[in-house]
């Protein structure tokens, strides 16, 4: 029993000490005082060199805290007691924060560098003329197949996933929102359609994919198709092209009738306090060699056209992640629907999960 | 006299507090939470909505079964266990290394037994080696209730080894002395005296395993759905906390309706 006091006693001080120390450490690199800026953005969601980079060209400490769903960011940000002056929602999630007045519109004075972004990327439905955001990172939703077990360019379309020969083959990610979307595009119905009888039918074609799904799976599904467990897979391009990365068999496609197709953007919530570190880190982040810096490290796409320029013609002219006009003329935003129609997608979507 | 009435008093504060900061609190907040709807206005409807869907109430009837299967597997595997580990001689190292997956994190664990399960896991190559075809063995009901089972062994086999570690030896002499075979001694008095000890292990199991939210998503690829999926997407998808805690006091009564079920008559027993 002493002994045990003992142990415990010493892993306490130990803890403490630890903790004192990083503390000592943060305080030195400047966290407390006027010239930091506080980031809430996604897990590994930006280049840390560039970061280190910031702060030598203008002096901000920028401290990043992260988050891994809108829901979660939005949650804690409304709460209160929080500071972060920059947060990444996805589109529907601007249209909210908007909505609950938990956003302050953007002071374009303040803004350089706004015209290296692509008009495709600009002025979409949940922030017209870009009043309250800047778009960070987009990408689309599409399928990932495995070459070794599906042939290169036959799976370009939502309906073949039906198809028997994929029978217990395909993995979903575990979201209503895109699961539902891609059963409504291949109805020819909007993603965003709040019509009953259109989720209805919807929620009825996925029963129908039952015999095909072998999993509904969120992050690890990477692992799972990096390692050869499934032919085919939905989920987002950044996933996708994680995937890619680790075993060169896998191929992203974006069906050609269309998809979905999701914007992070940097915003500035109500919390925010520091203004000028704010528009210094924004202007930074428009500068295209930063942003082609981002881009080469996380490997999504940029919608900073210059930064594209800067970027591999092998990534430039990748189709699978810079689909061309036709088909980025198909992609559909989510808009924020009514808390009733979030649920109804999200009943209907347990419903299919639940079917066999 | 009063003086030493409010001393002892004091004695009770820490955890009185305790109980009401991490108990009743909780369990308050989750009871009044059940009644407001999205739009924060009092309701009885996610009451309503839980007993008139067909979702819900299949969703609740896959819970108890799974968690029923799990805890009935649990058994059947911890007790002839825990009764040999207390014949060993060194049953306190036995029943060590029983306890020692505890130590390890779930996910750590849910993530082996993914590599133990794939479709060119250990498992399947051990197959392949004599000769059997790769079976697809992760995202079914099977492994799922295997896995399950496997985590929880160890918290009924400890309940189970505790009460027969207390029954007397002279109990088993006299059983022998007077005739009864092994068989008879193993079903008229272990079993019966180590009753409680199987009771608390289901109290311990079988709660749980109604929510394996992770288990079931990681193992059983969401083609399992238990209440524990259902919570967690109501607080963090759509942010309908009433319904969410609708669900958690569900399994609160539920929790209660199994303590009632298992708990021993204490009276009875002790006189």
Redesign the interface.
């Known amino acids: 029993m002493k002994k045990f006091v003992i142990t415990m006693i010493t892993i306490l001080l130990l803890c403490a000490g630890l903790g004192y120390g990083s503390h000592e450490l943060t305080k030195s690199t400047g966290d407390s005082g006027d010239k930091v800026l506080n980031l809430y953005n996604w897990g590994d969601y930006i280049d840390p060199a560039l970061l280190t980079k910031f702060q030598k060209e203008t002096g901000y400490h920028v401290n990043v805290e992260t988050f891994d769903s809108n829901e979660a960011m939005y949650t804690k940000i409304k709460q209160g007691g929080t500071s972060y002056d920059l947060t990444v929602p996805s589109d529907y999630m601007v249209q909210k924060m908007k909505a609950d007045h938990m956003l302050i519109p953007l002071d374009k004075s303040k803004l350089t560098g706004m015209n290296n972004y692509g008009s495709a990327f600009l002025n979409k439905s949940f922030d017209p003329n870009n009043r309250y955001s800047i778009p960070y990172f987009w990408g689309t939703l599409g399928i990932i197949y495995n070459d070794q077990d599906v042939k290169p360019g036959t799976l370009t379309h939502w309906n073949q996933l039906w198809n028997p020969k994929y029978k217990d083959g395909i993995m979903l990610i575990d979201s209503a929102r895109d699961i539902m979307g891609f059963s409504l595009i291949s109805l020819n119905k909007s993603v965003n359609t709040t019509n009953s009888a259109d989720l209805l039918a919807a929620r009825n074609k996925l029963f129908q994919l039952s015999p095909n799904v072998k999993a509904v799976v969120a992050d690890e599904i990477k692992m799972y198709m990096a390692e050869g467990e499934a032919p085919v897979a939905v989920d987002w391009s950044g996933e996708a092209s994680e995937m890619m990365s680790q075993n060169s068999h896998l191929h992203y496609v974006v069906p050609t009738e269309g998809s979905n197709m999701w914007f992070d953007n940097l915003v500035i919530p109500k919390t925010a306090k520091h203004f000028k570190a704010i528009y210094a880190f924004l202007n930074f982040m428009n500068q295209p060699k930063n942003a082609a810096q981002n881009a080469a490290y996380i490997g999504y796409s940029t919608p900073n056209n210059q930064a594209l320029k800067l970027l591999p013609k092998s990534v430039r002219d990748d189709q699978q992640f810079y689909p061309p006009q036709t088909v980025l003329k198909r992609l559909q935003v989510y808009s924020n629907l009514s808390p009733e129609k979030v649920q109804e997608y999200n009943d209907l979507y347990l419903e299919f999960k639940m079917h066999h | 006299m009063a003086m030493k009435k409010s001393y002892k008093g004091l004695f009770y504060a820490p955890y009185l507090l305790w109980l009401a900061l991490f108990v009743i609190a909780p369990v308050a907040l989750i009871i009044y939470y059940s009644f407001f709807d999205?739009?924060h206005q009092f309701t009885l409807r996610n009451y309503q909505d839980f007993f008139e869907s067909g979702?819900y109430l299949?969703?609740t009837a896959?819970s108890v079964l799974y968690a029923f299967l799990i805890t009935l597997i649990s058994i059947l595997i911890s007790y002839p266990m825990a009764l040999v580990i207390s014949r060993l001689q060194h049953r306190n190292l036995w029943i060590l290394l029983v306890i020692l997956p505890t130590w390890i994190n779930l996910l750590l664990k849910a993530y082996a037994f993914?590599g133990l399960l794939?479709?060119?896991g250990l498992v399947n190559s051990l197959f392949s080696f004599f000769g059997i075809p790769a079976q697809?063995m992760?995202?079914t009901d099977t492994s799922f209730i295997l896995v399950a089972a496997y985590i929880q062994i160890p918290f009924m086999i400890l309940p189970i080894y505790n009460s027969l570690t207390d029954i007397s030896d002279s109990y088993l002499r006299a059983s022998s002395d007077l005739g009864a075979t092994k068989w008879q001694t193993l079903t008229k008095i272990i079993i019966p005296m180590t009753m409680p000890g199987i009771k608390s292990g289901i109290q311990i199991v079988f709660i749980p395993s109604l929510s394996l939210f992770m288990l079931s998503?990681?193992i059983g690829?969401?083609?399992i759905?238990t209440l524990g999926?259902?919570v967690e997407?109501h607080f963090?998808?759509?942010?309908?906390w009433g319904m969410g805690s609708t669900i958690g006091v569900v399994l609160i009564v539920s929790m209660v309706v199994v303590m009632l079920f298992t708990s021993t008559k204490r009276k009875g027993r002790r006189a």
């Not at chain 2, 963090?236 to 309908?240: A, V």
């Open positions: 999205i739009h979702t299949t969703m896959n993914i794939s479709r060119d697809q992760l995202f998503r990681l690829g969401n083609k759905i999926t259902a997407e963090l998808t759509t942010m309908n």
